[in-house]
């Protein structure tokens, strides 16, 4: 794969965790607000999800300065983001993040009743997960899931049905397979090895959807999924800039996980349906999002010359890291996409997070979360228009733009 011998991706990837100078515990529950939601939130995955928990249990560069720069400098909160992430703004969307919109992260160290404080969100995420392969002391998909269903659960529907009055209205939200994908990166020479790595990937992931869902003392069978994007992260864009040749078999590799993610997941749905258990499920299009704003960056506001750089980092594409000071463009995120390396900015996570809540079928299948939580509008003005990005070429066909033309107007 030509540059793959001068450089490792994973070796990359894993200088994004680089052990910091100083661990500082990150920031979990506070004073929730008000709730006029039924929907618990659960969330599994990677540092695409992670709201802190890493930071439990790993010296996290993500809890150090400039990382969350765009909330209280003062304040850490173990995202890979100068803001928040995906997450946060889900469960805003719920009315369920404490009052500085935050999810709660899970606390290895604390039992759930004093990680929770009584909000009603949680976060497993951790940064390194893979479902198949992780990053050294990461958790993996699964043994996120083996600490849900332990005692955590319990005491999690417990102190979250004291919260919103109900516990049967879970809803379970995943990001992963990313680290799996990098980490073997250099196998996936054709079509054949693209389509071998997505079946073993997405197979593993519902594997841990199906033992939620057959798990009986947990309710409220509901799942959704952000698809994986890969070819624009600047790590990879950095590993492949001298020759380009392999970013074709990413952009398939991004359809084809989508695509076996979703006929895995119709498939162990019909399977339950017949034993009498009902699960209901959407994922984004999370790779689409991306590539409509990377092969437009104009109609977002952004410079197509810086469009492939992360905000904070060092050397192409400021690729190697975030470091402890602010880089040339760092002071004014909302200029860029990427944070760091392979992480996106608040503002692209505010995006995404809206189209994930109220996207038309072609980016959010088979429904939106809007949909799925059972809400009939969004419970949380972000003031974003995302109508532009919805209505993208790449994921619309013209009479679905026009229709959601005529909604914004």
């Not at 200088?15 to 039924?38: D, M, Q, R, W, Y």
Request: proline share 3%; aromatic share 10%; net charge negative.
């Amino acid at each position: 794969m030509g540059v793959m011998s001068g450089y490792s991706l994973p070796l990359l990837f894993l200088t994004l965790f680089a052990t910091a100078n100083l661990f500082i515990p990150a920031v979990h529950g506070g004073n929730c607000a008000e709730s006029k939601s039924s929907t618990l939130l659960i969330v599994f995955g990677d540092s695409f999800f992670d709201v802190g928990y890493g930071n439990d249990e790993l010296c996290l560069p993500s809890n150090d300065p400039p990382y969350g720069k765009s909330l209280n400098p003062e304040v850490r909160t173990g995202r890979f983001s100068d803001g928040l992430v995906v997450p946060d703004y889900i469960a805003k969307y719920l009315r369920l993040a404490d009052d500085e919109g935050k999810v709660t992260a899970y606390k290895s160290s604390l039992n759930i009743q004093q990680t929770l404080q009584g909000c009603a969100s949680l976060s497993f995420a951790m940064a390194g997960a893979g479902v198949k392969q992780s990053a050294d002391k990461s958790k993996s998909l699964s043994s996120q899931v083996d600490i849900f269903l332990g005692d955590s659960k319990k005491y999690f529907v417990e102190s979250g049905a004291k919260f919103v009055g109900k516990q049967d209205e879970t809803l379970y939200l995943f990001s992963i397979g990313t680290y799996d994908y990098l980490f073997n990166l250099h196998r996936m020479k054709d079509e054949e090895h693209v389509q071998d790595s997505a079946e073993r990937v997405t197979a593993a992931i519902v594997d841990q959807v199906k033992r939620i869902a057959k798990d009986g003392s947990v309710t409220g069978k509901r799942f959704a999924f952000t698809t994986v994007a890969l070819r624009y992260l600047p790590v990879v864009q950095k590993v492949y800039y001298k020759d380009q040749s392999q970013l074709g078999l990413l952009d398939k590799l991004e359809t084809i996980h989508h695509s076996k993610l979703g006929e895995k997941l119709a498939k162990l749905a019909q399977e339950l349906r017949a034993t009498g258990i009902m699960i209901n499920y959407s994922i984004l299009q999370y790779h689409s999002i991306i590539k409509a704003i990377m092969e437009g960056p104009e109609k977002y506001g952004l410079d197509r010359t810086t469009v492939m750089d992360a905000c904070c980092g060092d050397r192409s594409y400021n690729a190697d890291g975030c470091g402890h000071s602010d880089k040339r463009g760092c002071n004014d995120p909302t200029a860029y996409v990427f944070w760091d390396g392979m992480h996106n900015t608040q503002h692209i996570n505010q995006e995404i997070a809206r189209i994930f809540w109220n996207g038309p079928t072609d980016m959010t299948f088979p429904q939106n979360l809007q949909t799925l939580a059972g809400t009939r509008k969004p419970q949380y003005d972000f003031s974003v228009n995302a109508d532009e990005l919805i209505g993208s070429k790449c994921c619309l066909d013209t009479t679905q733009k026009q229709e959601t033309s005529s909604l914004s107007n």
